[in-house]
């Protein structure tokens, strides 16, 4: 039986997270964003990939990358499966190694998938003691695996900035459209056509999306549900969980559960309750195991 969803983390590496999908087409997400940089890749079947204005079909052998507060979502094409890696890290520390985050999307470039297949390898090596060398490694090496794409200039709006910053500032707050258009001094109609239009998401989604993401930081930490719900802004438990379901396909307690503490392990971390996981990274023939080599584009 193909597992659907399973998380890692490493104690000892607090800035940075995994996921591992097997069956994709049980994990479906609503516009979304995330505080981290993200990057995955596609090891079977074929996804819709919609990244800002870009709209994408990729499918095994595809890198995806998604930069902070980039609205996004990434689901099955007609019910296709599709499974997929995906890795999470934090900015302070990609700022603290010089990263400069990319313009670029998505790859299809067979070596930075094999690259980014080998990193997933050895952070989910249990008697691997070097997992930060490997990941610094791997993103002081990106940059050679991505085109020089200049940055389309991009018509900023200082309102509608203010307005997403206020937002941000007072996520956990009880904030009203009122509130939003007094602090950025826009009309009602002009703030829900506009911010759409430049954040992908409405004012109110966006709120509810920056409220699944400080949940999100609070159960990485361990923290009770109830207690994470009600100081997110949410209205109860029940809320969160929708919400969190519909933003990462996951329910805060799937995405909470595991060990948090203790010398990590594949058993001890939260990607796997076994071997299988490593063994389906670095044996060929174990069924539904990742591929090694991209397929081959006729």
Not at 222 to 246: C, M, S, W
Not at 273 to 289: E, F, Q
């Amino acid at each position: 039986m193909i597992e659907v969803s399973r998380f890692w983390r490493d104690p000892a590496l607090p800035f940075v997270e995994a996921r591992r999908v097997g069956d994709g087409r049980k994990v479906c997400y609503a516009a979304h964003s995330h505080e981290s940089f993200s990057i995955g890749v596609i090891t079977g079947g074929r996804s819709t990939y919609l990244s800002g204005n870009s709209r994408h079909e990729v499918s095994a052998g595809t890198t995806v990358l998604m930069n902070p507060g980039v609205v996004h979502t990434c689901n099955p094409i007609e019910g296709e499966g599709w499974s997929y890696l995906m890795l999470f890290v934090d900015m302070p520390w990609l700022q603290a190694l010089g990263f400069v985050l990319p313009t670029q999307t998505w790859s299809t470039s067979p070596a930075l998938y094999q690259r980014l297949l080998q990193l997933f390898a050895d952070l989910f090596d249990d008697e691997n003691d070097d997992r930060e060398a490997c990941l610094a490694g791997f993103f002081n090496e990106l940059p050679g695996h991505l085109q020089a794409i200049a940055c389309e200039a991009r018509n900023e709006h200082p309102r509608l900035e203010a307005a997403a910053a206020f937002i941000r500032a007072h996520r956990v707050d009880s904030l009203s459209l009122e509130d939003i258009c007094a602090a950025s001094g826009l009309s009602r109609s002009y703030l829900i056509r506009a911010f759409g239009q430049r954040f992908g998401l409405t004012p109110h989604g966006y709120l509810l999306d920056q409220r699944v993401q400080h949940a999100r930081a609070q159960l990485r930490r361990g923290r009770a549900i109830a207690e994470v719900a009600v100081e997110a802004g949410f209205a109860d438990q029940a809320h969160l969980q929708r919400a969190f379901k519909q933003h990462l396909a996951a329910t805060p307690g799937h995405y909470r559960a595991g060990p948090v503490s203790g010398k990590p392990t594949l058993r001890g971390s939260r990607l796997a309750g076994d071997r299988a996981c490593k063994a389906s990274i670095r044996r060929p023939d174990t069924p539904h195991c990742l591929p090694t080599t991209p397929p081959s584009r006729d």
